[in-house]
């Protein structure tokens, strides 16, 4: 059962509650090119992408997120670090939300001018929290990162918010060690009712970077926790979204469009399944239908262990037999690819 947490409402939409688990990415083109980071947001909106974040080192740079909102109808998030005059250069430009640790930029009179400003236009602030940034006395207290030692450090910021009682606060505890970042997300569940934006930091690249970040987020997801998520890829943000979308759609959360189910083949297969189930995936992109599709590499794994599925193909001698609902309707030769996609087309 989902842990209920405040709504926090994020430019044309919200998270937490019984909001759906909204996915997000970063943008990685320099802050610079005005143009490059304007077309990697629209591929990233083409995507899926729910959230966008832009990194503004300075208040000069705060022309990209109106550069941004212009090209793009999805909100748009400054990521700040230590400059409070970034923050309300930001939030002048339109900007949906900041993310900033409140301790991080100077004074209490700062963090006060920061949290007025985002009060008075509706803007949230995401306090990040991650392994790598722990306040030293937080750390010499510890000794090292730990889970109570993320949770201190994230509900001390939170502190300094709430002492200008500001609280359209999402939280991330971030860490690069999965197991004392699932820990640290559940101890911080148990403290406050803010919404957590969930993600293992530095999770590596694509391959491992997947794994990591299938077990940390789905894990906390099977459990409850979370309301907003990024998967942490060093590879094409666009990348991150896909998985963002394929952990929730594995964790039990509703994902539009239709899941690609395949087998991992043996001695029997007579078709090129991991091919084929390549090809219909990267077809069926874009695709709004709510189906599972199955390419299996044989008769003994296809209707039988694929009944759940919609449609599917069972590999015989290059060909394939074609079923539906677990029957068997006929066998496809030549073009397996197209003739699959295009009886999924005649499904409602």
Same mark, same amino acid.
């Given at each position: 059962?989902?842990?209920?947490?405040?709504?926090?409402?994020i430019g044309n939409?919200?998270?937490?509650?019984?909001?759906?688990?909204a996915? @997000?990415?970063? &943008?990685?083109?320099p802050?610079s090119d005005?143009?490059g980071?304007?077309e990697q947001?629209?591929r990233l /909106?083409s995507?899926?992408c729910?959230?966008?974040?832009?990194?503004v080192?300075?208040? @000069?740079d705060?022309? =990209?997120?109106?550069?941004?909102k @212009?090209?793009?109808h999805?909100?748009?998030?400054?990521d700040i670090?230590?400059?409070?005059?970034?923050?309300?250069a930001?939030?002048d430009a339109g900007?949906d939300?900041i993310?900033?640790? %409140? $301790?991080?930029i100077?004074?209490?009179e700062?963090?006060g &001018?920061?949290?007025?400003a985002c009060?008075e236009?509706?803007?949230?602030?995401?306090i990040?929290v991650? $392994?790598?940034?722990l306040e030293?006395d937080i750390?010499?207290k510890?000794g090292?990162?730990?889970? /109570?030692a993320l949770?201190?450090s994230a509900?001390?910021?939170v502190?300094l918010?709430?002492k200008?009682?500001?609280?359209?606060?999402v =939280?991330?505890i971030?860490?690069?060690?999965?197991?004392?970042m699932?820990?640290?997300?559940?101890?911080?569940?148990?403290?406050c009712?803010y919404?957590?934006?969930?993600?293992?930091? #530095?999770?590596?690249?694509?391959?491992?970077?997947?794994?990591?970040?299938?077990?940390?987020i789905?894990?906390? &997801?099977?459990e409850?926790?979370?309301?907003? &998520?990024r998967v942490?890829?060093?590879?094409d %943000?666009?990348?991150e979204?896909?998985?963002?979308?394929?952990?929730?759609?594995?964790?039990?959360?509703?994902v539009?469009?239709?899941e690609?189910?395949?087998c991992?083949?043996?001695g029997r297969?007579n078709?090129a399944v991991?091919?084929?189930a390549d090809?219909? /995936?990267? +077809?069926? +992109?874009?695709?709004?239908?709510q189906?599972?599709?199955?390419?299996?590499?044989?008769?003994v794994n296809?209707?039988?262990?694929?009944?759940?599925?919609d449609?599917?193909?069972?590999?015989?001698?290059?060909c394939?037999?074609?079923f539906?609902?677990?029957k @068997?309707i006929?066998?496809l030769q030549?073009d397996?690819?197209g003739?699959l996609?295009?009886?999924? #087309?005649?499904?409602?």
């Amino acid at each position: 059962m989902r842990k209920k947490t405040r709504v926090v409402k994020i430019g044309n939409m919200a998270i937490g509650g019984d909001c759906p688990i909204a996915v @997000q990415s970063m &943008l990685n083109v320099p802050v610079s090119d005005v143009q490059g980071n304007v077309e990697q947001a629209k591929r990233l /909106e083409s995507a899926g992408c729910q959230l966008i974040r832009v990194t503004v080192p300075t208040a @000069q740079d705060a022309g =990209i997120v109106a550069a941004l909102k @212009q090209a793009v109808h999805v909100p748009i998030v400054a990521d700040i670090h230590f400059d409070y005059r970034a923050a309300l250069a930001c939030v002048d430009a339109g900007v949906d939300k900041i993310r900033i640790n %409140p $301790g991080n930029i100077g004074s209490d009179e700062r963090v006060g &001018l920061v949290a007025q400003a985002c009060k008075e236009h509706g803007i949230p602030i995401r306090i990040g929290v991650n $392994g790598g940034s722990l306040e030293k006395d937080i750390l010499a207290k510890y000794g090292k990162v730990t889970p /109570e030692a993320l949770v201190e450090s994230a509900m001390y910021h939170v502190s300094l918010l709430e002492k200008h009682d500001f609280h359209d606060i999402v =939280i991330s505890i971030k860490s690069s060690n999965v197991p004392v970042m699932m820990q640290a997300y559940r101890l911080l569940s148990e403290q406050c009712d803010y919404p957590l934006h969930i993600g293992v930091t #530095e999770a590596g690249t694509y391959r491992m970077g997947l794994i990591k970040s299938a077990m940390g987020i789905g894990g906390l &997801l099977m459990e409850g926790i979370g309301d907003t &998520l990024r998967v942490s890829l060093t590879d094409d %943000p666009e990348k991150e979204v896909q998985a963002g979308y394929d952990i929730l759609r594995a964790a039990g959360h509703f994902v539009a469009g239709p899941e690609v189910i395949s087998c991992p083949t043996c001695g029997r297969t007579n078709i090129a399944v991991a091919q084929i189930a390549d090809e219909v /995936e990267r +077809r069926l +992109r874009g695709c709004k239908k709510q189906l599972k599709v199955a390419v299996m590499g044989c008769v003994v794994n296809g209707p039988g262990e694929a009944k759940e599925a919609d449609i599917g193909i069972a590999g015989g001698k290059d060909c394939a037999m074609l079923f539906v609902k677990g029957k @068997q309707i006929r066998m496809l030769q030549g073009d397996i690819v197209g003739q699959l996609c295009a009886e999924i #087309e005649k499904l409602v």
